[in-house]
Nanobody, 123 residues
Framework: QVQLVESGGGLVQAGGSLRLSCAAS????????MGWFRQAPGKEREFVAG????????DYGDSVKGRFTISRDNAKNTVYLQMNSLKPEDTAIYYC????????????????WGQGTQVTVSS
């Protein structure tokens, strides 16, 4: 079992920045690929970013490329999502997730999910 706890969400103005953190416990963190998804009201869950267990491979959803950066610190069992140049359309609940194997764009392939953290970007 893996427990994931997100933090760092909040309210920010358009153009601002936030950094989300996700602390993992319960299993060897360094063996897991990690991802961030988000879901806005009335919309499907969307892939935001993923990172391999080594941190050497990252990938991003098209809507956040060039603005968001995913990273991990295996010594701290934590994955981060640095979000810059935020837009109102980035408003959503952001979920941290984990899976064995490689990064996936598909939400159902992640077996472990956090409770989510709200990010609201005002215009």
């Amino acid at each position: 079992q893996v427990q994931l706890v997100e933090s760092g969400g909040g309210l920010v103005q358009a153009g601002g920045s936030l950094r989300l953190s996700c602390a993992a416990s319960g299993r060897t963190f360094s063996s897991l690929a990690m991802g961030w998804f988000r879901q806005a009201p009335g919309k499907e869950r969307e892939f935001v970013a993923g990172i391999s267990w080594t941190g050497g491979i990252t990938d991003y959803g098209d809507s956040v490329k060039g603005r968001f950066t995913i990273s991990r610190d295996n010594a701290k069992n934590t994955v981060y999502l640095q979000m810059n140049s935020l837009k109102p359309e980035d408003t959503a609940i952001y979920y941290c997730n984990a899976r064995d194997g490689s990064i996936s764009f598909k939400a159902y392939e992640y077996g472990y999910w956090g409770q989510g953290t709200q990010v609201t970007v005002s215009s």
